[in-house]
């Protein structure tokens, strides 16, 4: 929910006055140095705020208005931009052309509104952006979260508008206790993105009160793996180092669980050769069906044929039956397991394992 600030300025202009005031445009060089720089805020807000700290005694163009005017990402703010422009401007005659750099036929009309009114003589009420200080924040390498889909600690972040003006009350806070509970309940009560977070922390003086401020507060944050950039508020390696640990400590454990890979279960053929070589060399009928049993129960994973091959080679009708029936829970394909009354001499072994069958469903 977006707080107006119930302030309202008057913009009265004309064009013989502001000629007079605007005769040498900056040269298109100056004007891509300044888009690069401007480009480089993390909001809208401290675009504007730079933005109209540079135009102060400069002249402009109609085009690299045009141009300044795409750095903005809401048209609200690019409106404003366009509004305070306007004195700055060289050649006001072409200054229509900004009506194409508006998102929103909406603001793009009250852009044309306002040419016209100036144009005329006539006065512009408008409502002006919050009264926010240029150097109130650093000039870091602010995160955007556009695009993020990493690890959250809340849904939906506030924009940048909102953030510069329900900020203010927690900067006019004396001292970084006040600061930091008064920064904690803001986060508390809205969204905020790491860049936010970052704001927030250098409004508090001491390295160890920012650590401490930013590690109760990392979880709350929107894109909470963008933290690494949160380490430029620190001014020792020290403090950087001890942020980056707890974010990536942070960072795993809101990460779900990896999916565990299960192995595909095969018995190849040449373990096949092998087990029955080793079996088949055992002289007593006992021995074979307890090693047989061990290898069965080791490798888990036998298909019914070569189940048939291990049970074939028992010495006796019981010993057969006995580790048929063992190696049921060890075979993969229990459906084709009444395939293996083909080893049996007699029907009645035959029918065991089929009973045995029954009670396995």
């Known amino acids: 929910m977006k707080i107006y600030i119930p302030l309202i300025f008057i913009i009265s202009v004309s064009i013989q006055s502001f000629a007079q005031n605007c005769t040498t445009p900056v040269s298109n060089d100056e004007v891509q140095i300044q888009y690069k720089k401007i480009s480089t805020q993390p909001t809208d807000q401290l675009k504007l705020n730079y933005l109209n700290a540079w135009l102060r005694g400069r002249c402009l163009l109609s085009d690299h208005a045009y141009q300044l005017a795409s750095v903005f990402y809401d048209d ?51 409502d002006p952006p919050p009264p926010i200080n240029v150097k109130l924040f650093p000039d870091l390498n602010y995160p955007s979260p556009v695009g993020y889909k990493g690890v959250s600690g809340c849904s939906l972040p506030m924009s940048d508008n909102d953030f510069m003006v329900l900020v203010i009350p927690v900067t006019e806070q004396q001292g970084d ?42 979880a709350k944050c929107y894109d909470i793996q963008n933290y690494s950039f949160a380490e ?8 950087k180092n001890e942020w980056n640990a707890f974010g990536d400590a942070t960072v795993k454990s809101m990460l779900p669980p990896p999916v565990v890979v299960v192995p595909i279960c095969v018995v190849t053929d040449a373990d096949m050769s092998s087990i029955i070589s080793s079996i088949k060399n055992l002289s007593f009928s006992g021995t074979k069906i307890s090693t047989a049993k061990q290898i069965i129960q080791s490798k888990k994973c036998f298909t019914v044929s070569q189940m048939k091959s291990i049970v074939s080679i028992m010495d006796f009708e019981g010993d057969k039956l006995e580790v048929a029936k063992f190696g049921y829970d060890y075979t993969i394909d229990h459906q ?26």
């Open 76 to 126: 609200g703010m690019r409106l404003q931009f366009a509004y305070s422009a306007y004195p700055n401007i060289y050649d006001k005659q072409h200054y229509y052309a900004l009506f194409d750099a508006f998102n929103s036929l909406s603001y793009a009309f009250q852009f044309y509104d306002f040419v016209n009114l100036t144009n005329l003589g006539g006065q512009v009420v408008i």
């Open 336 to 361: 084709n397991y009444y395939q293996l009354t083909d080893v049996f001499d007699f029907d009645s072994s035959s029918n065991d394992l089929l009973a045995f069958l029954k009670t396995k469903k």
């Open 232 to 239: 430029q508020v620190f001014s020792t390696q020290v403090y």
């Open 177 to 218: 206790v006040n600061r930091m509970n008064a920064a904690t309940q803001f986060i508390q009560s809205n969204c905020v993105t790491i860049a936010q977070m970052m704001m927030l922390a250098t409004l508090v003086q001491l390295d160890l009160n920012r650590m401490k401020f930013l590690k109760q507060n990392l």
